[in-house]
């Protein structure tokens, strides 16, 4: 009879182990999500620091979401302290302050200061409904940063640049070709909005939507296929953009100080704009620099279209979606002309502004500002799988964060930069590939992705789709 309890015995304690080992793996992937939805916020903050990111290029339509598992209604704020170290930044220490639905549902605010290896402050006001107004926002982001080592792919102030080689900066440069040195990174950018009375913003100036689960469950802003007047959002855009960069080292020096303003026209009429899985958005600007208006000193154009493809449910996800961009720049009053076997450039944007790719937005493969011509050119895929598993559901500290999906991503990107405005832009593109992890938090969609290209592989932390 002892022997016939032994089969029992050693049934009972398998399952027992294989429970423990269960229980285990979902805390240690508990934890492990934790600290992913903890970087996720950090995302916004450094996102402030790095750039005008926030404000520039395409708007959104205006709306606030109202999730349905918070009891409180609108609104959601997180104190957080963070690390982080990368090479032109030094390890460095800071804390912040993100607020979604400060002061009115549609508005986010925040801030952010860090000390260390680098030192920076920035604020930032994003759709602030303006009084007796229901249409006319306006957003504005400071910042002021001191940085021990950044890059800038371009000719240096005083510095001749022979004919017979590649330009900094240009398609066939080389990725050696480049300043580092101690730099300045100040900004003071201002935006004002006005959306159209037309398709879902006919009657009012700003919508509310309602979630469950990171997922839509309210009527959607797009009514219909693309038709501005009976579907979707339309925004008018006039934004100003103060700008003090500075790049000093011993052997060069380049200042990339402007003062410039763009007008522009976006148009959104996918179904969900923060994390769209139908429609297409559309974008034109212009942008200049302030004395444009008496004489032109440097101008731009830029036209993008995205598209998103609804996959259906399955494969472990409760969306799959395949989203897809392109994007064109020009500008007309570049001039790059040579004279005694050297290159001289005359009406350029500064560095960093126009026909630009490289960086967490374009060719993420690649360095901030790699490459920049007159004309550029630009084509992205993602694939988006929004997980079912929310870690929020066995760990209850991530609903402090209000955690309502993680998404996994794959990306494949190419692009150029050329002389002209041409059919030269398809050709000899440059390509990198990826994957990245979002988190849907706070209502707000943070990133990161690690990208691969023939120069280098990197990784960037920031806010909101890519596209």
Same mark, same amino acid.
């Given at each position: 009879m002892p022997e016939l309890l032994v089969v029992p015995v050693v !049934? +009972?304690?398998?399952? $027992? &182990?294989?429970?423990? !080992? +269960?229980?285990?793996? $979902? &805390?240690?992937a508990a934890v492990i999500a934790r600290v992913a939805c903890y970087y996720r916020c950090v995302t916004f903050l450094i996102s402030l620091l790095c750039s005008s990111t926030l404000l520039a290029g395409p708007a959104t339509s205006k709306y606030a979401v109202e999730r349905l598992e918070q009891s409180d209604g609108l609104g959601q704020q997180i104190w957080i302290p963070y690390a982080f170290e990368t090479e032109s930044m030094g390890g460095n220490g800071g804390i912040g302050y993100v607020h979604r639905g400060f002061y009115?549902?549609?508005?986010?605010?925040?801030a952010t200061a860090f000390g260390g290896g680098s030192k920076a402050f920035a604020a930032i006001v994003y759709d602030y409904r303006l009084p007796h107004t229901d249409r006319l926002y306006l957003s504005a982001l400071g910042m002021y940063a001191d940085y021990p080592r950044l890059k800038a792919y371009a000719i240096p102030q005083d510095m001749l640049w022979p004919a017979d080689e590649p330009r900094p900066g240009s398609n066939d440069?080389?990725?050696?070709?480049?300043?580092?040195?101690?730099?300045?990174?100040?900004w003071f950018d201002l935006r004002l909005e006005y959306v159209l009375p037309s398709g879902a913003a006919k009657d009012k100036g700003w919508l509310k939507m309602q979630t469950r689960g990171g997922m839509l469950v309210s009527e959607s802003p797009r009514k219909s296929g693309w038709n501005p007047l009976k579907s979707g959002v339309s925004v008018m855009i006039l934004r100003g953009l103060w700008r003090e960069q500075l790049y000093q080292g011993e052997l060069a020096r380049l200042d990339a100080s402007s003062t410039s303003w763009q007008l522009g026209l976006h148009y959104d009429n996918s179904n969900f704009s923060p994390n769209p899985s139908t429609g297409s958005k559309q974008f034109l600007g212009y942008t200049?620099?302030?004395?444009?208006?008496k004489e032109a000193n440097w101008n731009f154009v830029e036209a993008e279209h995205s598209q998103y493809f609804y996959l259906g449910r399955g494969l472990g996800a409760k969306q799959r979606v395949l989203a897809v961009n392109a994007w064109a720049g020009y500008s007309p009053s570049w001039r790059q002309y040579v004279e005694d076997g050297q290159v001289y450039l005359s009406n350029t944007p500064i560095y960093g502004e126009g026909a630009t790719?490289?960086?967490?937005?374009?060719?993420?493969?690649?360095?901030?500002?790699?490459?920049?011509?007159?004309?550029?050119?630009?084509?992205?895929?993602?694939?988006?799988?929004?997980?079912?598993?929310?870690?929020?559901?066995?760990?209850?500290?991530?609903r402090y964060v209000a955690l309502d999906w993680l998404q996994l991503v794959a990306f494949a990107e190419a692009g150029r930069v050329h002389s002209e405005f041409n059919t030269e832009l398809l050709r000899d593109m440059h390509t990198d590939y990826g994957f990245g992890l979002r988190a849907y938090f706070a209502t707000m969609v943070g990133r990161m992705d690690f990208a691969i290209s023939d120069e280098q592989a990197g990784m960037w932390l920031m806010v909101g789709q890519t596209f």
């Amino acid at each position: 009879m002892p022997e016939l309890l032994v089969v029992p015995v050693v !049934v +009972v304690a398998i399952f $027992k &182990a294989k429970a423990v !080992v +269960v229980t285990a793996v $979902k &805390a240690v992937a508990a934890v492990i999500a934790r600290v992913a939805c903890y970087y996720r916020c950090v995302t916004f903050l450094i996102s402030l620091l790095c750039s005008s990111t926030l404000l520039a290029g395409p708007a959104t339509s205006k709306y606030a979401v109202e999730r349905l598992e918070q009891s409180d209604g609108l609104g959601q704020q997180i104190w957080i302290p963070y690390a982080f170290e990368t090479e032109s930044m030094g390890g460095n220490g800071g804390i912040g302050y993100v607020h979604r639905g400060f002061y009115q549902p549609q508005m986010t605010a925040g801030a952010t200061a860090f000390g260390g290896g680098s030192k920076a402050f920035a604020a930032i006001v994003y759709d602030y409904r303006l009084p007796h107004t229901d249409r006319l926002y306006l957003s504005a982001l400071g910042m002021y940063a001191d940085y021990p080592r950044l890059k800038a792919y371009a000719i240096p102030q005083d510095m001749l640049w022979p004919a017979d080689e590649p330009r900094p900066g240009s398609n066939d440069s080389d990725a050696s070709a480049h300043i580092e040195s101690h730099g300045e990174n100040n900004w003071f950018d201002l935006r004002l909005e006005y959306v159209l009375p037309s398709g879902a913003a006919k009657d009012k100036g700003w919508l509310k939507m309602q979630t469950r689960g990171g997922m839509l469950v309210s009527e959607s802003p797009r009514k219909s296929g693309w038709n501005p007047l009976k579907s979707g959002v339309s925004v008018m855009i006039l934004r100003g953009l103060w700008r003090e960069q500075l790049y000093q080292g011993e052997l060069a020096r380049l200042d990339a100080s402007s003062t410039s303003w763009q007008l522009g026209l976006h148009y959104d009429n996918s179904n969900f704009s923060p994390n769209p899985s139908t429609g297409s958005k559309q974008f034109l600007g212009y942008t200049a620099d302030s004395n444009s208006l008496k004489e032109a000193n440097w101008n731009f154009v830029e036209a993008e279209h995205s598209q998103y493809f609804y996959l259906g449910r399955g494969l472990g996800a409760k969306q799959r979606v395949l989203a897809v961009n392109a994007w064109a720049g020009y500008s007309p009053s570049w001039r790059q002309y040579v004279e005694d076997g050297q290159v001289y450039l005359s009406n350029t944007p500064i560095y960093g502004e126009g026909a630009t790719l490289g960086g967490f937005e374009r060719m993420r493969g690649f360095d901030t500002n790699r490459f920049s011509d007159k004309a550029a050119a630009y084509f992205g895929a993602e694939y988006r799988h929004t997980l079912n598993w929310n870690p929020a559901d066995d760990w209850r500290l991530l609903r402090y964060v209000a955690l309502d999906w993680l998404q996994l991503v794959a990306f494949a990107e190419a692009g150029r930069v050329h002389s002209e405005f041409n059919t030269e832009l398809l050709r000899d593109m440059h390509t990198d590939y990826g994957f990245g992890l979002r988190a849907y938090f706070a209502t707000m969609v943070g990133r990161m992705d690690f990208a691969i290209s023939d120069e280098q592989a990197g990784m960037w932390l920031m806010v909101g789709q890519t596209f």
